[in-house]
């Protein structure tokens, strides 16, 4: 135990790796995932006050870096759905948002709780880290004077039934749109469906070239190879194809059945299975000059004779056109001569190693940049002042920095792999840390009054939300899977997010949802939480 007490930075780890192993733990398919490391960190400093050790600035680096990963990633998406009509959906949020705020005063006031105690309960049941983090940096020595509860408390108690509700509303959401698929025309941007491909033999006449066809009644669509006269060769732009032709043809399921029942039959032959002149390879994208630039400024057909058929970002294949953005980490299929494939590879770097790294100096930078935002005080139309601090100005920088990529020399853009490490540490060491710094209080208050008043509130505060977050999404007419997804977005609770994005077996209309809420839910509870202490 002397060991622990006196080596705070090995109690961290320990918590943190006790936690991430328990998080994974899944019951009827639910998992805490990272919030298991706070109440692992609750119950070691509630077992012996001494071990409550954490150094203060250790959950600010944590949530630091969360934060800005999630902005980095989360840019480009929220930008290109709110292009698509999203402005409706986030105003619909904001104010739920803030009927919710008006809810935790209104509950708080039924079961006598402090401004402590209000603030960790709308951070809880709304299962968001960064506005705990705010309400204990608004609190201040208010806190450790015993002045107000300790907004940790009401954060572990409301944050299991915040999950487990908002689980159900998604739930829910799916059921009522079970019949809906991905394959629904005008469902979802076809660039998001996971691609496929197969191979058309030509029928119809007088067929533009491929360059027009690749946005043929609304679908988006590549082509891989065509074969005329014996002969397999590049599908390029200009080709023209010619009944009796073969091509291959790459895009939405749904989509490719119109296309080639439109142009023609399906093949069962599969071109990319003669290689004696062209063959196909995966390339990672590297090389940190690319990042944001579009596929057509790489004139790899004119270039080598190249084209590149889809894009594996993540875990889903993606629809390429010219106007596609490449991000660092993905993973283009390119077909080409066999001869020239090397030479793509140079160009787009494909190393393992500089995937695994960062620029350490847009990072730091733009790190910089996000912290300072947070130091900014808004006034506040009826005195007084809030800031967005470290969970809500690293945010902003990661969106428009995510989005802007690369300026100059600098790459602000983070691998998709490098981003999810350095987004999972963060958050871990953020709940491990604050959980060893407030396990002793929790555990004095959880047994008394204050405890199963905060319980009870918090029963009828997530109820109220999750009712309300269906309600909004029915109201926005936002099809069931996509609703599933906006849920998740602004509880800001990835557990739902991967609940939805498993049952609705990788719907690329959940992330969408997610990705176009979950921004905004995150800077609005970092605002409301800050007037309600």
Same mark, same amino acid.
């Given at each position: ?10 109690? %961290? ?59 980095? +990633?989360? &840019?480009p998406s929220f930008l290109a ?27 708080? @006031? ?35 004077? &015993? ?30 749109? +079970?019949?809906?698929? !991905? ?7 076809? &660039? ?9 033999t030509v029928q119809r006449t007088?067929?533009p070239a491929l360059g027009e ?5 609304? !679908? ?43 142009? =023609? ?11 004696? %002149? ?5 390339? @990672?994208? @590297? ?12 004139? %790899?057909?004119?270039?080598? =004779? ?70 900014? +005080? ?29 300026? =100059? ?28 710094? @407030? =396990?002793?209080?929790? +555990? ?81 509870? %970092? ?7």
């Amino acid at each position: 135990m002397g060991v622990l007490i006196d080596n705070p930075l090995l109690l %961290l780890f320990l918590v943190v790796g006790v936690g991430a192993a328990l998080g994974q733990v899944r019951i009827k398919g639910i998992a805490l995932g990272p919030a298991a490391a706070l109440f692992v960190g609750l119950a070691v400093s509630a077992f012996d006050e001494r071990l409550a050790n954490a150094p203060a600035i250790v959950p600010q680096i944590g949530l630091a870096l969360f934060i800005y990963t999630v902005g980095l +990633a989360s &840019g480009p998406s929220f930008l290109a759905e709110l292009r698509r009509g999203g402005a409706r959906v986030l105003v619909g949020v904001g104010v739920l948002l803030g009927v919710v705020a008006l809810a935790v005063v209104g509950v708080g @006031s039924l079961f006598d709780l402090d401004s402590g105690a209000r603030a960790g309960m709308f951070a809880g049941s709304l299962t968001n880290t960064p506005a705990l983090s705010a309400a204990i940096s608004s609190l201040g020595d208010r806190i450790t004077d &015993g002045a107000v509860t300790d907004p940790v408390i009401g954060y572990s108690l409301a944050y299991p039934l915040g999950v487990l509700t908002m689980l159900l509303a998604a739930a829910w959401s799916l059921r009522r749109g +079970a019949k809906a698929t !991905a394959s629904t025309p005008g469902a979802v941007d076809a &660039g998001a469906v996971n691609a496929t491909s197969a191979t058309l033999t030509v029928q119809r006449t007088g067929l533009p070239a491929l360059g027009e066809l690749r946005h043929w009644d609304g !679908a988006r669509l590549a082509f891989g190879r065509y074969e005329h006269g014996g002969v397999v060769q590049i599908a390029t732009t200009d080709v023209l194809l010619q009944p009796g032709d073969s091509c291959t043809v790459i895009g939405a399921p749904a989509d490719v059945d119109r296309f080639i029942t439109w142009a =023609g039959e399906r093949s069962t032959r599969h071109l990319a299975l003669d290689r004696a %002149l062209l063959d196909f390879r995966r390339i @990672s994208v @590297s090389n940190r000059k690319l990042a944001g630039a579009r596929l057509r400024d790489l004139d %790899l057909e004119g270039r080598f =004779g190249a084209t590149i058929t889809r894009v594996r970002r993540g875990d889903h294949d993606l629809v390429a056109d010219g106007d596609f953005v490449l991000r660092l980490g993905d993973r283009l299929r390119v077909v080409g001569p066999a001869k020239r494939l090397g030479d793509v590879a140079v160009l787009l770097g494909d190393s393992d190693r500089s995937l695994g790294e960062v620029d350490a100096m847009g990072f730091a930078l733009g790190m910089s940049i996000g912290l300072l935002i947070g130091l900014v +005080a808004i006034p506040l139309p009826g005195g007084g002042e809030i800031e967005l601090g470290v969970g809500g100005g690293p945010l902003i920088a990661g969106l428009v920095l995510g989005t802007l990529s690369r300026t =100059g020399p600098i790459t602000w853009q983070v691998p998709h792999a490098a981003n999810l490490t350095l987004r999972q540490l963060g958050i871990l060491v953020f709940l491990g840390a604050i959980g060893i710094r @407030s =396990g002793a209080t929790f +555990a004095d208050a959880v047994g008394t009054g204050i405890g199963a008043r905060v319980a009870a509130a918090s029963a009828i505060l997530t109820l109220f939300i999750a009712g309300s977050s269906l309600l909004l999404t029915r109201l926005l007419k936002a099809d069931p899977v996509t609703a599933a997804g906006q849920i998740a977005g602004i509880e800001t609770q990835p557990a739902v997010h991967a609940y939805a994005a498993e049952a609705t077996k990788g719907d690329p209309r959940v992330d969408a949802g997610y990705a176009l809420v979950l921004p905004l839910a995150m800077i609005v509870k %970092l605002i409301l939480v800050q007037l309600l202490v």
